[in-house]
């Protein structure tokens, strides 16, 4: 089964930096990648699929790139908002899998 | 407005049997994949299970094999997963999403609010 690596684990930035996760593919899933937000006490949200599109109504200082085993996702300019748990998943096939989530807050 | 309403979580004891169901509306229900995705407490999100459109082709995480079952009612606009043998680590939140299209590869763009599932003595 294809296991999906992020990192950091962790990340505290302060309002208004540019803030980088990445997503790493055991195996090459060429772009059936997808990133969620997930907001304290909240439900999960689909922010980018495959790999670089944004989901209609995500704000557009969320962007994601990649392909193949290596992807990334960038907020541009750090919102108090947008602190929640970030996960990376892939979905090209079954199993489908997430990547462990990584924490964001603000410094 | 898309609404996904789960239902039928409760405390039950190891080895005991489940049925966990997802109301849908807003939008054609058979025209969709749906997901069961879960998430153990202060943890992250694990993937259940996947139903085609057409109930056709059903898919299981490796740790639920063999003991649920996904399955869905297009008539009832509703979705389903029969949970049996159920064991402590199965305690979660259990969310219904709904694929972003009817190929079984998509991503999930709309999530319920979840339904908890305690296994225990």
């Known amino acids: 089964d294809i296991q999906m690596t992020q990192s950091p684990s962790s990340l505290s930035a302060s309002v208004g930096d540019r803030v980088t996760i990445t997503c790493r593919a055991s195996?090459?899933?060429?772009?059936?990648l997808a990133w969620y937000q997930q907001k304290p006490g909240k439900v999960p949200k689909l922010l980018i699929y495959?790999?670089?599109t944004l989901q209609s109504g995500v704000p557009s200082r969320f962007s994601g790139s990649g392909s193949g085993t290596d992807f990334t996702l960038t907020i541009s300019s750090l919102q108090p908002e947008d602190v929640a748990t970030y996960y990376c998943?892939?979905?090209?096939?079954?199993?489908?899998?997430f990547g462990q989530g990584t924490r964001l807050e603000i410094k | 407005e898309v609404q996904l309403v789960e239902s039928g979580g409760v405390v039950v004891q190891p080895g005991g049997s489940l049925r966990l169901s997802c109301a849908a509306s807003?939008?054609?229900?058979?025209?969709?994949?749906m997901h069961w995705v879960r998430q153990a407490p202060g943890k992250g999100l694990e993937w259940v299970s996947l139903?085609?459109?057409?109930?056709?082709?059903?898919y299981y995480a490796d740790s639920v094999k063999g003991r649920f079952t996904i399955s869905r009612d297009n008539s009832k606009n509703s979705l389903y997963l029969q949970m049996n043998s159920l064991r402590t680590e199965d305690t979660a939140l259990y969310y219904c999403?709904?694929?972003?299209?009817?190929?079984?590869?998509?991503?999930?763009?709309?999530w319920g609010q979840g339904t908890l599932v305690t296994v225990s003595s």
């Open positions: 495959a790999a670089s």
């Open positions: 195996q090459g899933i060429s772009n059936y």
């Open positions: 999403a709904k694929g972003h299209s009817s190929a079984l590869g998509s991503p999930f763009d709309y």
């Open positions: 998943q892939k979905y090209n096939s079954a199993p489908i899998t």
């Open positions: 139903i085609s459109w057409d109930g056709g082709s059903t």
């Open positions: 807003g939008f054609t229900f058979d025209d969709y994949t």
